[in-house]
């Protein structure tokens, strides 16, 4: 049985436009059949940009929002008809500082927390100090959440998420605002979670995260699945005779385009270090080295060394989205 | 099973919880304090002009009530629009917990918080205007008081279950606040409105509540207004509970766990 299973879900939204009066009816399209199966033990990401649907998928994963189309499963229960069973297996971590109580110590939320997951009474005590512990917060549990610096409110989150041992744990940004130490010891936890059998779905905007982390990751735009694979196998989709970057300066959208049109170009795009500009360019599968063409695109712009490099998530990833942002035009409704 | 054996330390720790919650917002405590004695000010002197002076002491209850109320009325709704301006709305329904079990302490803990303002009102009396603190039957009124507080907090259990619906909640409380007050009789007795409101003073367990925290003051039989208030409140629960499964199901569908 597998751990998480979704079977064409979608989910639409009615909004307003506009005025009062004026205003409009329509539907966003958050989500628009999206299906994947998570094994027990996975860890699985889910990536893709701003609104591309992660958090409404995941929240109709764990029940929060009914689908509107299409059907999902946790550990064999059905979000939609069975919330309660699938609510007792699952674990939710979301970003940001909201979702907490600031006029109470941390101590008192997860106790709070605790109860209402279930944890059994004589237990609360060691398991509180235990995630208090892993999380880095031991010492400074009895202070009001108020006075908690936003990372420190992220790690709270987290240990809230874990207090009933959940089987599933579903994690929605769960490192924004954690500081690059502290992100890697919850790298750590959220590995040795999948190591002991946790099932994990991840969403996370911090390519190397993924990366480090997943086993396999779906990228959604605009509400649809665009890939899907281990994080080699999304690299190797891309590579090619892999990534070049070259060196120009004066890089206009004239030029870009010139050398997106190019044969054996998959992608091209334009990233500023400050003094210089580097092109970035994604070969395609199976063509010749595409250097020499675009050499001779940057004609006049005296383009300068050239570097190799394996592709990486981020290229993979990159590829993905702006593929998306081709085929996918906007109006389709 | 081991939910039902669970449940009263969950709904203990629930009220603790946010009692503790609720009391740590000096705003709120003062309002819940300044209000009532405002309107215990107010009702002291209107009974005096009306030659009632007797009556002092049921003015200084009644408008505790009267604070208590309202603590349950904007607790219960802002205890939902809270939850969700927080962001805590999401975590407890994802909790298995049942979202009735859930929400009872909270609007619990807004009675609770309410009987502030009947300290305050009580003490306002005696310390400003010189009430005696001269109560018919003191251990029913200290019955009394809690029996109340239950009625209220189930009443707003009821309340609380609609809100979970509305992203505007507040204002359907706005609307409420006086007619539920003058319904029940917590200030003037309901003999005073027209005959037609009877059986609406009757439906409402703030009405019993208020019965029996006036008898317990005044005189007059207390126990059986104090048993309609826990019977009648516990009516409501039931009702909350069953109009919650639905209410849950339409949250879900219609998005308004979040506030985006
Ligand atoms: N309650 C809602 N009402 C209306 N539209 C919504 C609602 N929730 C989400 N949407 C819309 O659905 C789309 C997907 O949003 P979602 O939050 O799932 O994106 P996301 O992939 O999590 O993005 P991010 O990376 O910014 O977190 C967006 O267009 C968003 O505006
Ligand atoms: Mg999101």
Redesign the pocket.
């Known amino acids: 049985m597998l751990a998480i299973e979704a079977d064409n879900l979608t989910r639409t939204?009615p909004?307003r436009t506009g005025g009062r009066l004026r205003g409009r009816r329509t539907e966003?399209h958050?989500?628009r059949g999206v299906s994947f199966g998570v094994a027990r033990g996975e860890l699985f990401g889910l990536l893709?940009?701003?609104?591309?649907?992660?958090?409404?998928?995941i929240k109709m994963l764990n029940t929060l929002l009914l689908p509107t189309g299409g059907s999902a499963r946790v550990l064999g229960h059905d979000v939609a008809s069975e919330p309660v069973a699938v609510r007792r297996r699952i674990g939710y971590v979301f970003g940001g500082d909201r979702g907490l109580y600031d006029r109470l110590s941390a101590q008192d939320n997860l106790r709070y927390f605790a109860e209402l997951y279930g944890v059994e009474p004589r237990e609360q005590r060691r398991r509180i100090a235990e995630l208090l512990d892993l999380v880095g917060l031991s010492g400074r549990e009895r202070e009001r959440v108020e006075g908690y610096s936003r990372g420190m409110r992220q790690r709270l989150h987290i240990a809230r998420g874990l207090l009933h041992r959940p089987e599933v744990l579903f994690l929605d940004?769960p490192s924004i605002g954690v500081d690059p130490v502290a992100a890697r010891d919850l790298r750590r936890t959220v590995a040795g979670l999948a190591a002991a059998g946790t099932t994990v779905l991840l969403?996370t905007?911090y390519m190397a995260e993924a990366d480090e982390l997943c086993d396999r990751i779906a990228v959604i735009a605009r509400?649809s699945l665009q890939a899907l694979g281990t994080p080699a196998e999304l690299k190797s989709a891309v590579s090619g005779v892999g990534v070049l970057e070259i060196e120009a300066y004066g890089i206009d959208d004239a030029r870009l385009s010139a050398v997106r049109a190019l044969p054996g170009v998959r992608s091209a795009a334009v990233r500023d270090d400050g003094r210089t500009q580097w092109l970035t360019v994604q070969s395609a599968d199976g063509a010749a080295d595409p250097e020499p063409s675009v050499r001779a695109a940057l004609d006049g712009l005296r383009p300068g060394r050239t570097l190799r490099r394996e592709p990486t998530l981020e290229d993979a990833y990159v590829a993905v989205v702006s593929r998306a942002g081709d085929e996918t035009p906007q109006a389709a409704a | 099973m081991t939910a039902l054996r669970r449940l009263p330390r969950l709904l203990a720790v629930g009220v603790r919880t946010h009692v503790v919650y609720q009391s740590r917002s000096p705003l709120e405590i003062t309002f819940a304090a300044v209000l009532p004695v405002v309107q215990a000010t107010l009702a002291v002197y209107l009974f005096r002009a009306a030659g009632d002076p007797d009556r002092l002491i049921q003015a200084s209850v009644g408008a505790g009530l009267m604070g208590m109320w309202s603590s349950v009325l904007f607790g219960s709704g802002g205890a939902v629009q809270n939850q969700r301006w927080l962001g805590t709305l999401e975590p407890l329904v994802v909790a298995p917990a049942p979202l009735a079990a859930v929400l009872l302490p909270i609007t619990l803990a807004t009675a609770v918080v309410g009987t502030y303002a009947m300290g305050a009102t009580l003490l306002w009396g005696v310390l400003l205007f010189g009430v005696p603190l001269h109560l018919a039957h003191p251990l029913a009124f200290v019955a009394a008081v809690p029996a109340c507080v239950l009625a209220l907090g189930l009443t707003g259990m009821l309340l609380a279950a609609t809100f979970v619906l509305l992203r505007n909640a507040n204002a359907l409380a706005n609307a409420l606040d006086t007619p539920v007050w003058l319904l029940s009789g917590l200030l003037v007795p309901i003999t005073v409105l027209p005959g037609w409101t009877r059986p609406l003073s009757w439906a409402l367990p703030p009405t019993w509540g208020a019965r029996a925290v006036q008898a317990a003051t005044g005189g007059g039989a207390v126990w059986p207004p104090l048993l309609a208030a826990i019977g009648s409140g516990l009516l409501y629960l039931a009702a909350a509970v069953a109009a919650l499964r639905y209410v849950e199901r339409r949250a879900r569908a219609a998005?308004t766990l979040?506030l985006?």
């Open positions: 939204f909004i966003v958050a989500v893709g940009p701003n609104g591309a649907g992660k958090t409404t998928t940004e969403t905007h509400g | 998005a979040a985006s």
